[in-house]
């Protein structure tokens, strides 16, 4: 049986996590993730909330983009995974890291052009994810921008046999649910709209675009 969740990563997998994406991805990931980044059309003044933003590794990247006006603030509970992003962004002035629970109320109002969840919010179960997203709904701007980078919709019974083994066996149970429901539908009828998407690994991975209606 999978786990339920594997949002909380620690130990091992938490000290070496983006050298085992790499690993995993077979050297892909660093370059998938950069066009995924490029894909986001950030603008120089954007001010970014990271939502689960792990090692941090996004956030430079997300950097690159910015002028000295915008900023990023990543929040993770992970005290290794907070300890690589301070590393990871040490000489980044406006990228900053606060050790927070994205699925409880949080302090953050009508402050962000964006927000990113990278594959972190399949994770979650529908009560948290209810919460996740009314934070990126307070956090952002009116009109601002909702990414959520994960998987895809799609019938994982359709698939070939290796890869619904590989798929039970790496990702937790309820990243299966995860895969059921209509995001866009979902979003719309939580004050999201103008949805725009870019796929990814043969259409498996998404990039979901939603701005704020306000």
């Known amino acids: 049986m999978p786990k339920e969740t594997k ?54 990247l997300m950097a690159e983009f910015l002028s000295e006006k915008g900023s990023i603030l990543g929040l993770d509970i992970g005290d290794e995974m907070i300890a690589q992003f301070e590393k990871n962004c040490a000489e980044l002035a406006h990228v900053n890291v606060q050790k927070m629970r994205i699925d409880e109320p949080l302090p953050l109002e009508n402050e962000f052009d964006k927000a990113l969840l990278s594959f972190v919010f399949h994770g979650f179960p529908p009560e948290k994810q ?5 934070n990126a709904r307070k956090a952002l701007k009116p009109g601002g921008e909702l990414f959520i980078l994960d998987y895809q919709e799609f019938d994982l019974g359709k698939k070939p046999w290796f890869f619904r083994l590989i798929f039970k066996k790496a990702e937790c149970r309820l990243a299966q649910d995860y895969l059921k429901v209509d995001w866009k539908n979902y979003l719309k009828a939580r004050g999201f709209d103008d949805f725009d998407e870019k796929t990814y690994f043969r259409n498996i991975v998404r990039l979901l675009r939603a701005r704020l209606v306000g």
């Open 7 to 60: 949002v909380e990563i620690k130990g091992f997998e938490a000290k070496h996590y983006d050298a085992l994406l790499d690993f995993i991805s077979l050297g892909k990931y660093k370059s998938f993730i950069r066009r995924v980044i490029s894909d986001m059309n950030i603008q120089p003044d954007d001010r970014i909330l990271d939502m689960g933003c792990g090692t941090g590794r996004n956030a430079c």
């Open 130 to 134: 209810e919460k996740i997203i009314a």
